[in-house]
């Protein structure tokens, strides 16, 4: 192997080696990198020790831990307060764009800073759902809009993580069904659904229940509901 | 993409949206966290200050421009909230290679041990950096930002971003020969 002959670039790319270890260098100046310890050796050792040093930093703030629960209810008690004292006028936004918005950008996938900051989002994205479609205050109504009433057909659901707003949308759509609650449970996953405004026979429900259950893409789960 | 989201999740906090709040909050407060708690060195400090951080998004969120990632504008308040925060308490501010020698037991031999192994010496190390040197390795090598978005959050040109990696990486490596450990470079 050769090593760079001009002695100034080789300072300017071993600069660049720790946003080369860390992935936030250019297309550009990767190339460069990549080009510069492919034909340097003693290059290709220090990056060596760049890397091991961002292998390190990593673990030393992992080891970090979380703050606990007192910081956030600290920040929200003091939003509380200020909206309190001078509530904010809010823009109207169609439920659509809402619910587009916020999916989009609340998908395990894209989140993942980590495993853990993405089972937040999903919990998230299902909160985000219910409070959207059921709580909205004067919000169109529409396939996925109902309140919760005691008459009828009701299935419990959990919708698959993956699943969009245009799927659940169309989901409830097809099945003529409308989300009434949700989350029911602490996880803020399963959502209750009517199947029907009139009460349908046992059959009825458990039919329409496997069908829905042959919905993977949109469902996780699903089972009727007294 | 995550900026994109970012971006509307700013927007809808700028509109009140308390929720939009909670999910940028669940986002991020842990990366804050963890680069305020390596400045101030406080768990305590670190978690008031987070709170301090997020309520100014929430009040702030109608003038994001959008020119910079929304992780890189929460750094930099977060940076900001810190420096003062240090600056309220000089005389409690342990200095930086005091800070090091104490958490440095004597050679006892599990130390001896503990020694050999490269990587808890280099994250000792790590611990036993500057303010100034912590916050730059941090930065790039944790929170994965550019030269460029290190210059915005630390309020200092391209170049010295550069220069001051190079010389927080320095002092590793002399931290590290202190501790018996030679790697070769500079």
Same mark, same amino acid.
């Given at each position: 192997m050769n090593t760079i002959s001009k002695e100034p670039e080789r300072h300017e790319i071993e600069a660049l080696l720790p946003w080369h270890a860390a992935g936030t260098l250019s297309r550009r100046d990767a190339d460069r990198v990549e080009q510069a310890l492919a034909g340097d050796r003693e290059l =290709? @050792? @220090?990056?060596? &020790?760049?890397? %091991? %040093?961002?292998?390190? +930093?990593?673990? &030393?703030?992992? +080891?970090?831990?979380?703050?606990?629960? @007192?910081?956030?209810?600290?920040?929200?008690? =003091?939003?509380d307060a200020e909206e309190a004292r001078a509530p904010r006028r809010r823009r109207s936004v169609d439920l659509g764009s809402r619910i587009s918005e916020f999916l989009s950008g609340l998908t395990p996938r894209t989140l993942a800073w980590s495993a853990t900051v993405a089972a937040v989002a999903?919990?998230?994205?299902? =909160?985000?759902? =219910?409070?959207v479609m059921v709580k909205e205050p004067g919000a169109p109504s529409g396939p996925g809009l109902a309140s919760a009433s005691s008459e009828g057909s009701y299935a419990v659901v959990r919708f698959a993580p993956q699943a969009t707003a245009n799927d659940i949308t169309n989901f409830l759509g097809a099945y003529k069904a409308t989300l009434v609650e949700g989350p029911l449970n602490m996880g803020g996953q399963l959502y209750r659904i009517r199947l029907s405004e009139t009460k349908l026979p046992k059959e009825e429900v458990g039919k329409i229940v496997r069908q829905m259950q042959s919905e993977s893409k949109v469902v996780g789960f699903v089972a009727a509901k007294e | 993409m995550q900026s994109t989201s970012d971006e509307v999740l700013i927007g809808r906090i700028a509109n009140g949206d308390r929720l939009a709040m909670q999910v940028l909050y669940a986002r991020y407060h842990v990366r804050v966290f963890r680069f305020v708690v390596r400045l101030v060195r406080d768990e305590s400090t670190a978690e008031d200050l987070i709170s301090e951080v997020f309520l100014d998004v929430w009040r702030q969120a109608g003038r994001f421009e959008g020119r910079s990632a929304v992780s890189t504008w929460l750094l930099a308040i977060a940076r900001f909230k810190s420096l003062s925060a240090l600056r309220r308490r000089p005389d409690e501010e342990l200095d930086e290679e005091t800070a090091g020698a104490i958490e440095d037991p004597s050679d006892d031999p599990a130390t001896a041990l503990e020694k050999k192994d490269k990587s808890v010496m280099l994250r000792k190390c790590l611990a036993g950096l500057s303010a100034e040197h912590r916050e730059i390795i941090d930065l790039v090598y944790y929170h994965e930002k550019s030269v460029e978005e290190v210059a915005e959050i630390v309020g200092i040109p391209e170049n010295t971003v550069k220069t001051r990696m190079f010389y927080a990486r320095k002092r590793l490596a002399e931290l590290l020969k202190s501790e018996g450990i030679e790697r070769g470079w500079p």
């Amino acid at each position: 192997m050769n090593t760079i002959s001009k002695e100034p670039e080789r300072h300017e790319i071993e600069a660049l080696l720790p946003w080369h270890a860390a992935g936030t260098l250019s297309r550009r100046d990767a190339d460069r990198v990549e080009q510069a310890l492919a034909g340097d050796r003693e290059l =290709a @050792r @220090r990056y060596d &020790l760049v890397r %091991e %040093e961002l292998a390190e +930093t990593i673990h &030393l703030n992992e +080891t970090l831990g979380a703050p606990s629960a @007192r910081a956030m209810e600290k920040l929200f008690a =003091a939003i509380d307060a200020e909206e309190a004292r001078a509530p904010r006028r809010r823009r109207s936004v169609d439920l659509g764009s809402r619910i587009s918005e916020f999916l989009s950008g609340l998908t395990p996938r894209t989140l993942a800073w980590s495993a853990t900051v993405a089972a937040v989002a999903i919990v998230l994205q299902a =909160a985000v759902i =219910a409070t959207v479609m059921v709580k909205e205050p004067g919000a169109p109504s529409g396939p996925g809009l109902a309140s919760a009433s005691s008459e009828g057909s009701y299935a419990v659901v959990r919708f698959a993580p993956q699943a969009t707003a245009n799927d659940i949308t169309n989901f409830l759509g097809a099945y003529k069904a409308t989300l009434v609650e949700g989350p029911l449970n602490m996880g803020g996953q399963l959502y209750r659904i009517r199947l029907s405004e009139t009460k349908l026979p046992k059959e009825e429900v458990g039919k329409i229940v496997r069908q829905m259950q042959s919905e993977s893409k949109v469902v996780g789960f699903v089972a009727a509901k007294e | 993409m995550q900026s994109t989201s970012d971006e509307v999740l700013i927007g809808r906090i700028a509109n009140g949206d308390r929720l939009a709040m909670q999910v940028l909050y669940a986002r991020y407060h842990v990366r804050v966290f963890r680069f305020v708690v390596r400045l101030v060195r406080d768990e305590s400090t670190a978690e008031d200050l987070i709170s301090e951080v997020f309520l100014d998004v929430w009040r702030q969120a109608g003038r994001f421009e959008g020119r910079s990632a929304v992780s890189t504008w929460l750094l930099a308040i977060a940076r900001f909230k810190s420096l003062s925060a240090l600056r309220r308490r000089p005389d409690e501010e342990l200095d930086e290679e005091t800070a090091g020698a104490i958490e440095d037991p004597s050679d006892d031999p599990a130390t001896a041990l503990e020694k050999k192994d490269k990587s808890v010496m280099l994250r000792k190390c790590l611990a036993g950096l500057s303010a100034e040197h912590r916050e730059i390795i941090d930065l790039v090598y944790y929170h994965e930002k550019s030269v460029e978005e290190v210059a915005e959050i630390v309020g200092i040109p391209e170049n010295t971003v550069k220069t001051r990696m190079f010389y927080a990486r320095k002092r590793l490596a002399e931290l590290l020969k202190s501790e018996g450990i030679e790697r070769g470079w500079p």
